[in-house]
């Protein structure tokens, strides 16, 4: 950090960008509402000998919950599961949010190969804009190691944890301000970190508080926070 920044963590939270951050976070939050958690799925284990041709170590399927241990040397696991959207998701953006800890995966919706999973990218579009009743079958194929990716993070585990399954709508407007925002941050710890340039520095920083200005940590109600 540069020394005319000196670290006191007794005023770091009062720092202009901390304050930032505390709000950017809160319309990360706010972008992502009415969470469904999708608990138990059905989930069998297999090894791969040829492209499409598994060898089936489970000879049924079986019961996985969140927080359970999936995983093992070589294996690939399948989890399966139907979701039907309640009438409070008509008409909104409805995205399904699948951590693995770890790994690589493929995310099928029904009968159609829809997105990869890994330890960068766990949402997806299920459907803009979602009608009541909706009903998915979802599928998920995956391996217990990314190689390149996970090796780059040290990180080659053959056993994980089936962290987080969920249904969440969407607010695009507020996701958008907060990757444009974001970045901007970014931007700005950057150049306070560096002193490369001073007046970009300070430039980035007055834009920041004016688009952030508005932005009330504490409010809890969706309609008055995107005002």
């Known amino acids: ?14 720092l ?17 509402h009415s ?16 492209p499409q041709t598994y060898e089936w170590i489970d000879k049924k399927w079986r019961t996985i919950r969140l927080g359970e ?4 040397r070589e294996v690939t696991a399948f989890f399966q599961r139907t979701v039907a959207l309640p009438k409070e998701y008509d008409g ?32 997806m579009r299920l459907k803009a804009p979602a009608n009541k009743g909706d009903r998915f079958n979802i599928e998920i194929e995956a391996f217990v190691i990314n190689y390149t990716y996970d090796g780059w993070r040290n990180d080659e585990r053959n056993n994980h944890v089936f962290k987080r399954a969920r249904l ?10 907060y990757l444009d925002a974001q970045w901007a941050m970014d931007v700005y710890i950057h150049y306070w970190e560096s002193d490369q340039n001073l007046e970009l520095e300070r430039m980035i920083l007055t834009n920041l508080q004016t688009a ?16």
């Open 92 to 123: 909104q953006d409805v995205l399904l949010d699948v951590f693995l800890d770890g790994g690589e995966a493929q995310l099928t919706v029904n009968d159609h190969p829809w997105q990869g999973l890994d330890w960068n990218r766990s949402m």
């Open 212 to 227: 952030c200005a508005g932005i009330d940590i504490y409010e809890t109600d969706r309609a008055t926070f995107r005002k």
């Open 168 to 177: 969440v709508c969407r607010d695009k407007d507020l996701e958008d301000f």
């Open 16 to 32: 202009p960008h901390k304050v930032l951050q505390r709000k950017l976070d809160r319309v990360k939050a706010m972008a992502f």
């Open 1 to 14: 950090m540069a020394k005319r920044k000196p670290h006191d963590p007794r005023r770091a939270c009062d």
């Open 69 to 72: 241990e999936w995983g093992g």
């Open 35 to 50: 969470e469904i958690e999708l608990d138990a799925w059905k989930f069998r284990r297999a090894r791969m000998t040829a």
